[in-house]
């Protein structure tokens, strides 16, 4: 089993930055890929960006590429997702996940943490 834990949501203004950190627990030795997806009112949740669990390799969607960094800190078990020039319609539920080793699909999702961009 794999716990995550996302924190560093809040509001923020049109211009802004923000940080996301997920904490990850329990068997993270299982972990080849950490993702960050969000999901607004009324609409699907969406991939944003992810990241392999050595830091080697990221991959961003369209929609951030240039604004958002993925990273992680292994000593700490924590990804990020720091977040700039962020824009109204940045404003989402922001949930980071974690697809095993030999594993297609994403099978561990944290709470989701609150971001909204103000105008």
């Known amino acids: 089993q794999v716990q995550l834990v996302e924190s560093g949501g809040g509001l923020v203004q049109a211009g802004g930055s923000l940080r996301l950190s997920c904490a990850a627990s329990?068997?993270?030795?299982?972990?080849?890929?950490m993702g960050w997806f969000r999901q607004a009112p009324g609409k699907e949740r969406e991939f944003v960006a992810r990241i392999r669990w050595s830091g080697s390799s990221t991959y961003y969607a369209d929609s951030v590429e240039g604004r958002f960094t993925i990273s992680i800190e292994n000593a700490k078990n924590t990804v990020y997702l720091q977040m700039n020039t962020m824009k109204p319609e940045d404003t989402a539920l922001y949930y980071c996940a974690a697809r095993r080793f030999g594993q297609n699909d994403y099978d561990y999702w944290g709470q989701g943490t609150q971001v909204t961009v103000s105008s």
């Open positions: 329990g068997r993270t030795g299982s972990i080849g890929t």
